[in-house]
């Protein structure tokens, strides 16, 4: 006999399969290695390996037009973020992907350059 709530029960386990199967039963990297904020694109000169699954061609793809973080490869492709560092590590470490570390934040600037800056456009400017 079947229950309306299977369709339902159906759905929410092949959720959960799915990353599974996209990271090979892997295990979550530590945070060290990757953060929301890395940046990957491809490399210039990918290596000849064996073909690509779908989601990890469809993660190449979107770095193809320059630097991406992994945050927004994440929203572009609505996986887990886990299983996004997951591809992505994997990626690297092939030479499929080249990362780099997010740009650091600025330092605070001096408030007397600062007035400097503004004397000198209110002079330039009124």
Request: charged share 25%; aromatic share 4%; glycine share 6%.
């Amino acid at each position: 006999m079947t229950t309306d709530d299977e369709p339902e029960l159906e759905q929410e386990a092949a959720e959960l399969v799915r990353p599974y199967v996209i990271t090979n039963g892997r295990d979550l990297l530590d945070d060290q290695e990757f953060s929301l904020i890395t940046l990957v694109t491809v490399h210039p000169e990918p290596p000849r390996t064996r073909p690509l699954d779908p989601e990890r061609l469809s993660v190449l793809d979107l770095c193809s037009g320059g630097f991406l973080s992994i945050a927004e490869i994440a929203g572009h492709t609505r996986l887990p973020m886990g299983v996004v560092k997951i591809m992505v590590s994997d990626l690297v470490h092939e030479g499929h992907l080249c990362s780099r570390a997010p740009v650091p934040s600025a330092q605070l600037v001096d408030r007397k350059i600062l007035e400097e800056v503004l004397h000198g456009l209110q002079a330039r400017f009124g």
